[in-house]
């Protein structure tokens, strides 16, 4: 069931990207997160119960959903675990979205500039064509981790640890059921922990404080495994230790990792202007570089997929 469900979720995510907005159980996660963002009185402690319980509640409400269909039949657990997947985790969007801006920094930098406000959640009204292209690469490779390989890694290993154990949970324990709804469980409680993160881990924002290291926490690995990924998908392995040069510029003890990757990779520069520069080249990237890391990102994605399914499988 569970391979399966990574089948069923690269699927849907090569046919539809992702669903419409006001559909996306995300954006309905979001639209809870939405009222912390205020003052409080006592702001780190309101950002702690809340990073303990809502995404403990999505991760809950998540697997049950995923674990009913699974006792009716496989097949349906197989699917129900596959959606799940598909809501939790995005790799076509970030694609398509990476191609349109790269395409517009060379024809209208206006539009590339407001188009960028879907990647990359930074002041682009004074970025250069470069500078553009610069913030592509570093989003995609990024988001490659936060928005596909934690997601999925969580949904394997919890999927293949419930399996595992489910003989000991009891006699009437299904091992395939449990294994399904835990790793769709840990699909949506990464998930939760990293939107949770986007909307409140800002330094303006105190409540937003345990969010912030929490995601620290869980992105960690997949920050790393990611930058495995995007090596070999480059054909690179020497990329990664070129990347650990530039680890200590990036605010983010985990971003650094798929960003300096790509970087090395390309052989390019890039720059967060008034925060972090990675000097992987002399220049930064042109049309050409940031059309092929947004290639052989999708490759990487596609090499989790496989990865997963292989785990999963087994």
Do not use: C
């Amino acid at each position: 069931m569970t391979a399966a469900a990574v089948g069923v979720a690269l699927a849907l995510d090569a046919v539809a990207g992702e669903p419409p907005t006001r559909l996306h159980p995300v954006a309905w996660f979001g639209r809870v997160v939405a009222p912390l963002d205020r003052s409080w009185s006592r702001p780190r402690l309101v950002g702690a119960l809340a990073t303990a319980t809502l995404p403990l509640g999505a991760a809950l409400t998540v697997g049950a959903l995923v674990g009913v269909a699974a006792l009716q039949r496989p097949l349906a657990g197989a699917v129900a675990g596959g959606i799940a997947l598909f809501v939790t985790t995005s790799l076509r969007r970030l694609l398509v979205v990476g191609r349109g801006v790269t395409a517009a920094s060379e024809t209208d930098i206006d539009a590339a500039r407001e188009q960028l406000r879907a990647l990359a959640g930074r002041d682009a009204s004074a970025l250069s064509a470069g500078e553009v292209r610069s913030a592509v690469v570093e989003s995609v490779a990024e988001n490659l981790a936060d928005g596909l390989v934690a997601p999925l890694g969580a949904f394997a290993v919890l999927a293949v640890a419930g399996a595992r154990i489910g003989p000991a949970a009891g006699p009437g324990v299904d091992p395939a059921v449990l294994g399904i709804a835990l790793g769709a469980a840990g699909a949506a409680w990464v998930k939760a922990v990293n939107t949770m993160d986007s909307m409140l881990g800002y330094r303006s924002k105190p409540v937003g404080w345990a969010p912030a290291r929490l995601d620290d926490a869980v992105m960690w690995v997949p920050a790393r495994a990611s930058a495995v990924l995007i090596a070999a998908a480059f054909l690179a392995p020497r990329s990664l230790a070129n990347a650990r040069r530039w680890l200590d510029a990036v605010p983010s003890p985990n971003s650094g990792w798929p960003m300096g990757t790509v970087a090395a990779a390309l052989n390019v520069r890039l720059v967060k202007p008034g925060v972090y520069e990675l000097d992987g080249g002399p220049a930064l990237p042109s049309v050409a570089d940031a059309e092929r890391a947004v290639r052989r990102v999708g490759v990487a994605g596609g090499l989790a997929y496989l990865a997963a399914g292989v785990v999963t499988w087994g």
